[in-house]
């Protein structure tokens, strides 16, 4: 392999493509990997997914100032300098991988990344490539998330706990995604189940765009009770609080694996049930990648690219990019390592 310039401007910036890998402000060009809002920013002319394209739409208060082309999974586009082609990315509906394909190689950038599977999108599967984007949310190995239906059993038994109690039950999770994947692991405990309205109004979108859920009504609207209740956790305050009566709380979260996490949020229990992949997730994705560099992006980011490091894949940090490109200069993906090195012996 040559060289792959790769900034950080607002996001991912590969430079010789002209081309922004969600950038959070607007750019000249760029992919929304997917819609959750700190991906997503009026560029005037974008790529998505169709169903990202569906779900940003339905998310904005107004609508998109810019061109969002839809780009079905799998199928490429032509831009001058690359080919661009989504893969599934597992992390919520419509998400993507996104391979650029240049003169040079194969870039991947991962976007939100989640491995296993889940109820609502198709889990990633590592796409070959010379160069990795990694994600790192969850790039320390204090994060190895259990077996989901270990974590969903015991939420299930959560729930019946606190209903035998007289109290209703409240999953605290973000409407887009985790609401509907907690929906979808309720399905079969035959719970009556009552959704935020604006939880609702995404999974309404889910269903439009193909997904089944197991029965469930608006808050608010007169139905069946006791109910389990689903709402973001931005809503714990608002107008929709007062209508539960007596309530207890549970965040639904991969930070559940922080032990202070549950006085933190002051909430009644926690769950580790996650729309990212875990350390180990990562590192094997990285791994099976079999990139000739990684580079991590947000998160852990110098944790997780010490610990490639030591698993003997090439690995560094995009913060040393971010310098760089405050000085005009570039980070060329056959440069790495040296000082890098040093932080081996860190914790
Ligand atoms: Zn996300």
């Known amino acids: 392999m040559i060289s792959h310039p790769i900034l950080w401007e607002s996001g991912v910036y590969l430079p010789e493509q002209h081309l922004w890998l969600d950038p959070r402000q607007p750019r000249p060009r760029a992919v929304i990997s997917h819609a959750h809002s700190d991906h997503v920013a009026d560029h005037p002319l974008a ?40 893969y599934p990315a597992g992390h919520v509906l419509g998400s993507a991988q996104t391979l650029v394909d240049t003169d040079f190689g194969r870039i991947l950038y991962t976007g939100d990344l989640k ?31 259990p077996d989901a239906a270990e974590v969903i059993a015991a939420m299930v038994s959560w729930c019946r706990s606190v209903l035998d109690g007289g109290a209703t039950p409240v999953l605290l999770g973000y409407s887009l995604g985790k609401g509907q994947e907690i929906l979808s692991a309720l399905a079969a405990a035959s719970l009556t189940i009552a959704l935020h309205p604006s939880s609702f109004g995404v999974t309404e979108v889910y269903r439009e ?10 808050l608010g609207e007169a139905g069946a009770r006791p109910a389990v209740v689903i709402m973001p956790p931005s809503a714990r305050r608002d107008r929709f609080a ?48 079999g990139a000739s560099m990684t580079y991590t992006v947000l998160g852990f980011d110098e944790e997780l690219a010490m610990h490639l490091r030591r698993r003997g894949l090439r690995g560094r940090t995009t913060r040393c990019a971010v310098r760089r490109s405050r000085d005009k200069e570039v980070t060329h993906g056959d440069q790495e390592e040296g000082h890098e090195e040093g932080q081996e012996g860190d914790p």
Do not use: N
């Open 47 to 86: 790529y998505a997914t169709p169903a990202t394209r569906r779900l940003v739409t339905h998310r904005r208060r107004r609508p998109l100032v810019g061109t969002v082309e839809a780009v079905p999974y799998g199928e490429s586009i032509a831009l001058e300098r690359c080919d661009v082609t989504f």
């Open 115 to 145: 491995t296993r599977a889940g109820f609502t999108s198709s889990p990633a599967q590592p796409v070959p490539a010379d160069v990795l984007v990694l994600e790192s949310t969850f790039g320390k190995p204090r994060y190895r998330f």
């Open 209 to 218: 765009l193909g997904c089944d859920f197991p029965p469930y009504q608006r």
């Open 242 to 289: 007062d209508q539960l009566g007596v309530f207890k709380t549970a965040a639904m979260t991969g930070w559940a694996m922080d032990a202070s996490l549950k006085d933190r949020l002051e909430v009644d229990a926690v769950f580790p049930l996650s729309d990212h992949a875990d350390f180990e997730e990562l590192c094997c994705y990285a791994e099976q990648v």
